[in-house]
């Protein structure tokens, strides 16, 4: 799981060598526990429902971050989703946008935190999404994301966990 963090971390910070598009640092909490971590995004070149003023676009999204039980102890989460994005076709000053995602996570070690114990390091993430890019490329973005992680019952127990973040994005 080390190997892996370290891996995706130096991915995250060669941002033109491996054609990154966007990077992004989020802050959450949920469930009597903090994140914080960084992203990387790969924009997809397809677009749908381009005839109207809004459009679909996506992203793919590489994640790699850390979570503070109250309990004090650390878990590593690292992960790889991709993000459908409702935005405007022609935006002006501010671009608002809605997106939705489900993902792969692994999380290290097994989640323990009060009553909450997970019973696999495999998870799935989803999440709902709103925010808005701004700037004069666009380049900046900031968004307000609600998460859910759980196995999906693949194993017992299964509790999951819940979260909000914010998400501070800049696009190369």
């Given at each position: 799981m080390k190997k892996i963090g370290v891996l995706l971390g130096i991915l995250l910070l060669t941002g033109n060598a491996c054609a990154i598009?966007?990077?992004?640092?989020?802050?959450?909490?949920?469930?009597?526990?903090?994140?914080?971590?960084?992203?990387?995004?790969?924009?997809?070149?397809?677009?749908?429902?381009?005839?109207?003023?809004?459009?679909?676009?996506?992203?793919?999204?590489?994640?790699?971050?850390?979570?503070?039980?109250?309990?004090?102890?650390?878990?590593?989460?690292?992960?790889?989703?991709?993000?459908?994005?409702?935005?405007?076709?022609?935006?002006?000053?501010?671009?608002p946008y809605v997106e939705a995602a489900i993902g792969v996570h692994l999380i290290s070690p097994v989640f323990v935190n009060g009553d909450r114990q997970f019973s696999s390091v495999f998870q799935f993430g989803d999440h709902l999404g709103v925010g808005a890019r701004f700037g004069d490329r666009q380049q900046f973005d900031i968004g307000f994301r609600f998460q859910h992680l759980s196995n999906a019952g693949f194993s017992q127990p299964n509790p999951g966990i819940n979260y909000n973040e914010i998400r501070l994005a800049y696009h190369f």
């Open positions: 598009d966007g990077i992004s640092a989020v802050r959450g909490n949920g469930s009597s526990t903090e994140m914080a971590g960084v992203q990387a995004q790969w924009d997809w070149e397809k677009k749908w429902f381009t005839e109207h003023s809004w459009l679909v676009a996506g992203f793919w999204e590489a994640n790699v971050g850390r979570w503070d039980a109250q309990n004090g102890k650390s878990f590593k989460d690292v992960g790889f989703t991709p993000v459908f994005r409702l935005q405007q076709k022609n935006p002006s000053v501010v671009a």
